[in-house]
Nanobody, 118 residues
Framework: QVQFVESGGGLVQPGGSLRLSCAAT????????MGWYRQAPGEQRELVAT????????YADSVKGRFTISRANNAKNTVYLQMNTLKPNDTAVYYC???????????WGQGTQVTVSS
């Protein structure tokens, strides 16, 4: 069983910044990929950013150049998402995800709300 501690969401004005954190705990034998996904009201869940065990990152086109995913130096089960120059259409519930095997659905956090509004 895998549990997540997610934090960092909230309300921010357009152009502002937020930093999301996710720490995975529990029975974790291996981590192939960790990342963040988001789901806006009435929309499907979509990939935001991922980071592999080897450190390779991947971003949705809509966030490239604005968001940065990283991993804690001394804890490979902890990832961060630095979000800069936030826009109203970044408003969504952001979910942390861990995959022990690439290509599988993996484990999901409970989500943290990010609202970008003036």
């Amino acid at each position: 069983q895998v549990q997540f501690v997610e934090s960092g969401g909230g309300l921010v004005q357009p152009g502002g910044s937020l930093r999301l954190s996710c720490a995975a705990t529990g029975t974790i034998f291996s981590i192939a990929v960790m990342g963040w996904y988001r789901q806006a009201p009435g929309e499907q869940r979509e990939l935001v950013a991922t980071i592999t065990r080897g450190g390779t990152t991947n971003y949705a086109d809509s966030v490239k150049g604005r968001f940065t995913i990283s991993r804690a130096n001394n804890a490979k089960n902890t990832v961060y998402l630095q979000m800069n120059t936030l826009k109203p259409n970044d408003t969504a519930v952001y979910y942390c995800n861990l995959k022990a095997v690439p290509g599988t659905s993996g484990y999901w956090g409970q989500g943290t709300q990010v609202t970008v509004s003036s």
